[in-house]
Structure formats: structure tokens, C-alpha cells
């Protein structure tokens, strides 16, 4: 008889890892829905995702440093161990960076803790047999079979996680850095007001931004991982909050794309346009508007097949620092040039004359609010911020990345708002770089926007797609996994159709104003303020509520029922409401509610400014071919 064969029982159990968790590491309890990810409750989401990101005794997440090259089976190489990806380094197979401790002590000492929340209920250890331990571990690439199917999903997660916290930095201000509408809001609104609400709202943007990275730290897990916004919510609202969440997603980057297309085109348009004048003082060289908004339509949707984020932040660095050079650059051709008098006559129907400003701007209601719409664009990226985490390496350290893209947005938004509407007035445009009166510079400023305008739609674009994919593909016909090959076919014909959509409604509502502020009002308000706040305190209600409950045993799937009582009854939402963490839930409601009135007025707002706008007679028509 063999020495293994010798051994007790005991002595082998004692020998497998132990999952015993501290009462401020364990999971929360399930959504109102219930529902989750394959078919599970939250508590199974939040068990998994503590395993994965807060026990000692795993480690928390691998990721890719390189891509791999050469030849051999793709996935093989991949899953390589690291020590032996680094003694064949001539073969320049991708190493696997192993992150040797677990990220919880840091998120608990970093600013997170703040916004972290009630500490989670009582967990029930599963009995401790191999089987259990093994359901129950985090998911690591090296015991992953790479022939099985069932791991397909996993492994491609795995490979498009290499994104770092200041790539994070460059996709984010590639989303939102556009200072070029920040001079319109303070047109509309005047320096004092402006000022205020772009502040108050950057505060309030950083909040949210790590609402929903706390969130995910807290329910996504390679076994159950949160991959978009809409995922997010479906921990907490249940289906039909993840299902209307995911209707809103689809959405606002349709019609952000639209408009990129619109402002894009409206660029090129003035740079033929303004080439050269015939006698008259028409256009020696014209191309159709429509025709332009179909040309960037091909060059979306051809760099569109790019299905990881990498490449599109390596884009971004150049577009971020672009950007911030044309900002520059642009200021001092608006001060050395007159005001674009043509393009505010065609634009808003303001007639010639001296220009005027003020600290507060004396406009009808509408015109304020579509302003301050607008105003959202400049904190308008946390929809896609899940989508961030899920690629990038260290998702805990998002805070940073965020951190560092407000300080900049903030500044650039402020400063040169301030700087170009004191120079320009009531004659500001919606694109700032529209105002600039002499050809060249105004040259500049478009060839420039145009670049970051075609990235940032390619982000767009790339997110709205892949979301799509798993919604369609993936999740109602049962379609093959988005890395492989097969779903190459799928993913083109989704590519068309999202972009043919697009150029619809770009062409349809040729006014970037009238446009932006709709989408900021509808759908960026929502997702950057309302939904955030509002998840926030449903999340806290419903870890409070579960301290009245049996502990929670892993491994159930929520078989094993371990609830006092349900949402019917008045004393679950005593407990959620008013057992602990009291001062905050009612901060995190009000600041939601109080968003959801914003939108509801910016609606109004962008609403009657689209009417005012069709009304005037040098309004651009839908689908013509006069540049706007």
C-alpha cells in the first residue's frame, strides 16, 4: 500500500486551500430581481468576486503583458506559466504577469473605503471536500483546458485584460475630452453659473465614477464577470433594471456616434468650402454634406473591426495629447482673428455687431438648459466605464486613472471655456474651433478635431458593437464566442447596421447643438449622475437588509434558501433602510432623484431648442447638401 493510500482523511482535507473569510470580506446578499448571472443570485456573483479579488489564500487575477507571436497553438501559448514563458523567451511567447498579492488590503486603505459601504453579511462555509474547494476557488489561466469550450469565454476575457491604469487615463479623456463645447455653455449661461456647475458637476462625476468601480470590485469574477454597465445593474435592479439599463446603453452610442459623424463632416465641410470663392461668394469647391457624413461612415466602420480596446487607446494617447494642442493652438487664432459672423448667422441666426459677455446671460430657460446639457458631455463616459474595468489589468486601481482625467478635463473645460467665450461672445459656436474666421486657422482646428472626432467614434463604435454581440449573438441565438474566428461574420453585419443607423440620424438633425443636448439630457445624465447614485443606495439597502438572514452558503447557486423574509413584507425594508448607513443612503437618494429632475428639465430644454432651431430659415435641411 502506497504512502498516499496511508493517509488519513483528515490530513488530506487539512492540505486543500481554506476559503474561511473575515465578516468585512465576505458577499452581500441578492438582488430585488434576484437574478444574476447564470442563474444565480448575487450572493453566489459577490461570494466568487471576493475569491477573486479579497482572499489571502488565491491569487486575485492574471493578466497578459504582451501579445503573443510566433508559432504553435494560439491558446497553448497564451496559458504558458510564466517561468517557462520566460526561460523560452526567444520564442517570444506571451508571458502571463502574476499578481502575487491579493488588491484588498489596498482598496481598504485607499479612497474606496469611503464610498465602500456596510460591511457584508454572515457566510456558511460549504462542507470542506475537494469537489467544494475546487467549485469555490477563483479561475486561474494556468488550470484552464484550453480545448474545452466551456472556457472559451474566460480565456478571451483573460486576453483582452492589458490595459494599465494611464492607458486607462488616455481612454478616458479620448471619451470625454472635448473642451470644444465648453466656451458654448458659458454662452449660455455666463462666467458665474458656468463656472459653479461645471465644479460642482466634476465632484459629482468623480463620485459616480467610483460608485461604479466599487461596485464592480464587488460583484465581478472570472466565474461571474461584470462585462458593461448594463451587467452592473443586473446585480442589483435583476433583469428588467439590466435590460432597460442596456436599451439606454444602445442608445446614447448610436446617437453619439451620429453626432461624431455630424461634427466630423462639418469640419471637412468647411475646410473644401473655405478653399476658394467663386465671384459671387459661393464655394469654388463644394462636396454634398451627406456625402461627407457617408465618407467618415466607411472609415468608422472599417476601423470598427478592431475587437480589443489596446489598440484604440494607443489611438487615444496621440488624440489626448492632440487635443490639448489644439486647444492651445486654436485660443490664439481666436484672438488674433475676428469673430466667424457667417457661421453664427447660419448657426443661431445672430446677426453682426459688437460682442458681448457677462457674468450671468439674460436667455430664455430652454437656451440655459440645452447649454448645460451640453455641459454634460465634459463627465459624459461613465457608461462605458465597466467596459474599462473588465480590460483592464488592475481594475482596483481605476480611481487613479479617473482621478487624473478629471483634474485634466476640469482645467481644460474651465480655462479655455472662459478664455474663447471672453473673446467671442455671443458669437461662440458649438464646436469652438467653428468661430475662427481666417481659413488656415481654422484649418487647423478642424483637420485636428476631425482626428479625435474619427477616435473617438471608433470607441464608440467598438464598445456599442461588442455589447450588441453578446446581447444578440451570444446571449438570444447562442452564437459563437466574439475572439473567434466564426463570429467574424456577425460582428460585420452588426458593424453595418450600427453605423447605418448612425448616419440616419446625423444626416436627419444636421445642428451639433440641438443634437448633443437631447443625448446629454436623455441618456449621459443618466449614466454618469442618476444611475450611479441611485445603484448605490438599492446596493446598500439591500446589504443591510440581509443582516437579519441565515448566513449565505457558497456554492449553492441559489438553491438553499437562507432569507427571514422577503421584500413583501415591511420588515426586510426596515432593515435595509434603517439598519445602518442611514446618513448616506439618504445622500446617494437625493443626489439620484435630484439628477433624474435635471434630466427631466434638460429634456424640456433641448426639446424647445430644437423646435426654435428648424424654425429658422438658415437652418441646414436633413439630408441636403449645404454644409451646416
Known amino acids: 500500500m502506497s504512502t498516499e493510500e496511508k493517509r488519513s ?33 448575487l450572493e453566489d456573483c459577490m461570494y466568487y468576486a471576493d475569491q477573486q479579488y479579497y482572499c489571502n489564500d488565491t491569487t486575485p487575477l492574471e493578466a497578459f503583458t504582451k501579445e503573443p507571436t510566433g508559432k504553435g497553438n494560439l491558446v497553448r501559448r497564451l496559458f504558458k506559466r510564466k517561468n517557462d514563458a ?30 465602500w459601504g456596510p460591511s457584508s453579511p454572515p457566510l456558511q462555509i460549504a462542507p470542506q471536500d475537494e469537489k467544494a474547494q475546487h467549485e469555490n476557488a477563483v479561475v486561474h489561466a494556468d488550470d484552464l483546458d484550453p480545448d474545452d469550450e466551456r472556457n472559451q469565454d474566460t480565456m478571451d476575457r483573460l486576453i483582452l485584460r492589458q490595459i494599465t491604469w494611464m492607458r486607462c487615463v488616455y481612454l478616458i ?28 458637476m466634476g465632484l459629482m462625476a468623480y463620485l ?49 456616434c451620429g453626432l461624431l459623424l455630424l461634427t466630423n463632416s462639418q469640419g471637412l465641410g468647411m475646410i473644401i468650402d473655405g478653399s476658394g470663392t467663386n465671384p459671387d461668394g459661393s464655394p469654388k ?18 476601423f470598427s473591426f478592431i475587437r480589443s480596446l489596446k489598440p484604440i487607446a494607443k489611438m487615444g494617447t496621440l488624440s489626448l495629447y492632440l487635443a490639448i494642442a489644439s486647444v492651445i493652438i486654436i485660443t490664439v487664432f481666436i484672438y488674433i482673428s475676428p469673430p466667424n459672423y457667417a457661421a453664427a448667422l447660419q448657426a443661431f441666426g445672430t446677426p453682426k455687431g459688437p460682442v458681448v459677455t457677462g457674468a450671468f446671460i439674460s436667455l430664455p430657460i430652454a ?71 481666417e481659413y488656415s486657422y481654422q484649418t ?22 461588442k455589447e450588441l454581440y453578446q446581447i444578440i449573438v451570444r446571449r438570444l441565438f447562442k452564437g459563437p464566442r466574439l475572439m473567434s474566428n466564426k463570429a467574424l461574420p456577425f460582428y460585420t453585419i452588426i458593424n453595418v447596421v450600427f453605423w447605418g443607423i448612425a448616419y440616419n440620424i446625423g444626416a436627419a438633425i444636421p445642428q451639433v447643438q440641438t443634437v448633443s443636448g437631447i443625448i446629454g439630457a436623455v441618456t449621459i445624465l443618466q449614466f454618469s449622475f442618476t444611475f450611479p447614485f441611485l445603484l448605490k443606495f438599492t446596493f446598500d439597502v439591500q446589504v443591510d437588509a440581509m443582516k437579519g438572514d441565515l448566513p449565505y452558503v457558497p456554492g449553492t447557486m441559489g438553491r438553499v434558501q437562507h432569507r427571514a423574509d422577503t421584500w413583501s413584507q415591511w420588515s426586510r425594508w426596515r ?35 430644437i423646435i426654435t432651431t428648424f424654425a429658422s430659415p438658415q437652418t441646414t435641411k436633413p439630408y441636403g447638401c449645404a454644409t451646416p
Request: glycine fraction near 12%; include cysteine; charge should be neutral.
Open 173 to 200: 479623456t479620448s471619451d470625454v475630452l472635448g473642451p470644444y463645447q465648453g466656451p458654448y455653455v458659458y454662452s449660455q449661461v455666463g462666467y458665474v453659473p458656468g463656472t459653479i456647475v461645471y465644479v460642482v
Open 367 to 437: 437656451a440655459k438648459v440645452n447649454g448645460i446639457m451640453n455641459m454634460v458631455y465634459a463627465f459624459g463616459g461613465s457608461m462605458v466605464f465597466p467596459n474599462f474595468f473588465a480590460e483592464m489589468r488592475k481594475p482596483w486601481d481605476f480611481y487613479k486613472s479617473y482621478f487624473v482625467a478629471q483634474v485634466i478635463i476640469m482645467i481644460f473645460y474651465i480655462l479655455f471655456g472662459i478664455l474663447i467665450y471672453a473673446r467671442q461672445g455671443q458669437f461662440t459656436q458649438s464646436l469652438f474651433y467653428f468661430g475662427v474666421s
Open 208 to 256: 459616480a465614477g467610483c460608485i461604479l468601480s466599487v461596485l464592480y470590485l464587488r460583484t465581478d469574477s472570472d466565474r461571474m464577470p461584470v462585462r458593461s454597465f448594463g451587467s452592473l445593474v443586473g446585480r442589483v435592479w435583476g433583469f428588467w433594471g439590466k435590460a432597460v439599463t442596456d436599451v439606454f446603453f444602445i442608445i446614447q452610442l448610436i446617437f453619439q
Open 285 to 302: 469647391h463644394h462636396l454634398c454634406f451627406s456625402v461627407m457624413i457617408v465618407v467618415f461612415l466607411a472609415i468608422n466602420i472599417g
Open 575 to 609: 432593515r435595509g433602510l434603517f439598519g445602518g448607513n442611514v446618513y448616506s443612503k439618504a445622500v446617494f437618494l437625493i443626489l439620484g432623484l435630484a439628477s433624474a429632475s435635471m434630466a427631466g428639465l434638460g429634456i424640456y430644454g433641448s426639446l424647445e431648442s
Open 86 to 115: 520566460v526561460e523560452s523567451s526567444a520564442s517570444s511567447q506571451a508571458v502571463v504577469e502574476k499578481i502575487d498579492e491579493f488588491p484588498g488590503p489596498e482598496i481598504k486603505k485607499g479612497p474606496l473605503r469611503f464610498i
Open 444 to 465: 487647423v482646428g478642424n483637420a485636428i478635431g476631425t482626428y479625435t472626432g474619427v477616435v473617438a467614434a471608433i470607441l464608440y463604435g467598438n464598445i456599442a458593437q
Open 9 to 41: 482523511p483528515d490530513e488530506i482535507q487539512s492540505e486543500l486551500p481554506k476559503y474561511e473569510l473575515t465578516t468585512e470580506e465576505q458577499v452581500v446578499n441578492a438582488a430585488f430581481g434576484g437574478a444574476s448571472a447564470r442563474g444565480a443570485t
